[in-house]
């Protein structure tokens, strides 16, 4: 998508964004013209992708509530102000609730859920003090639709949407916008963990798949185009709304019918 300047002016945070989703997220903004802090865990290579496009990179670890603090104290000195939060970063867990333990299940569900609450909560006075703000979470098509395997990761994705949507309610009357999008496809590597020593023979026998309606499943760049039209003033009439980006796969049974 050619870029035309529609987040000029615009200072924004985006979580997760050392790489994967968040990065392809981080790259559309700069093109646009916001100012981007990219706030991960990874720092080294946080650093050099901020570098690399020109936004600012801060080591954040979404479960910490005074980093969360802090950042955001960081963010409004040095820029003035803050217009939009992207809670991207996540973490994923892979396996039968028989075999999630009680501390695999409360890891997944402080980063994901919490983390996403105490964003929303660190940023809500610095967007009161701009006039408004945008605020987007993104959740899971696990977050709208599940498979086995998915219970922890699942169980944080359905949270984010309901923070989504209180937050939604209790910041409308002050200019601040809420809403999550649910990709069906993000970063392999953030699955690929879970995929190493699984035979493919095996593999292969998961399914059925369904039909992606519109032929192919969706890029990083479909979400992080998402996500920027949700960070500009083209929505400002969208909050507490769920993005599905599945191409439409979550619609319905896209099963072959003879004659149609
Ligand atoms: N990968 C997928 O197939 C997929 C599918 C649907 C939705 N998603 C969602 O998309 C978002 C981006 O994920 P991705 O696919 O780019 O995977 P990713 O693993 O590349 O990105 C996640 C990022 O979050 C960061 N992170 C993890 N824990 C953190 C913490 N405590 N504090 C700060 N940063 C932390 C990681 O360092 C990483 O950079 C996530 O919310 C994920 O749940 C991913």
Redesign the pocket.
């Known amino acids: 998508m050619t870029a035309t300047g529609r987040l000029d002016g615009k200072v924004a945070i985006i ?10 997220t981080a790259r559309r903004f700069v093109d646009e013209g916001a100012q981007v802090v990219i ?4 720092d080294d ?2 650093r050099a992708l901020a570098a690399e496009v020109g936004a600012t990179f801060a080591h ?5 509530e005074g980093g969360w603090a802090d950042l955001v104290a960081v963010t409004v000195e040095r820029f003035s102000r803050l217009d939009v939060l992207v ?6 867990l892979l396996a039968s609730l028989a075999n999630t333990s009680l501390e695999q299940f409360e890891d997944v569900m402080r ?2 859920a919490a ?1 996403t609450f105490l964003g929303i909560r660190a940023v809500s006075d610095a967007m009161k003090a701009a006039g408004g703000g945008s605020i987007i979470n ?5 977050g709208v639709y599940v498979t086995p395997g998915t219970g922890a ?1 699942a169980a944080s ?1 359905f949270a ?1 949407r309901g923070l989504t949507k209180t937050a939604a309610l209790e910041l409308g009357k002050f200019g601040i916008r809420v809403n999550a999008v ?10 690929r963990p879970f995929l190493e020593g699984i035979d493919p023979g095996e593999l292969a026998k998961s399914g059925p798949v369904p039909k992606p309606p519109l032929g192919r499943r969706p890029s ?1 760049g479909d ?1 992080a185009d998402t996500i920027v039209f949700l960070a500009s003033d083209e929505s400002a009439f969208y909050t507490g709304a769920d993005f599905v980006l599945d191409g439409g796969t979550s619609v319905g049974m896209n099963i072959t019918v003879p004659g149609v």
């Open positions: 979580t997760g964004a050392a790489r994967g989703t968040g990065a392809s706030a991960d865990v990874r290579e946080g954040l670890d979404i479960t910490d809670n991207n970063a996540a973490i994923l980063v994901n983390g993104v959740s899971s098509i696990d990761y994705k984010v649910c990709p069906e496809a993000g970063n392999p590597e953030m699955v990083m979400v």
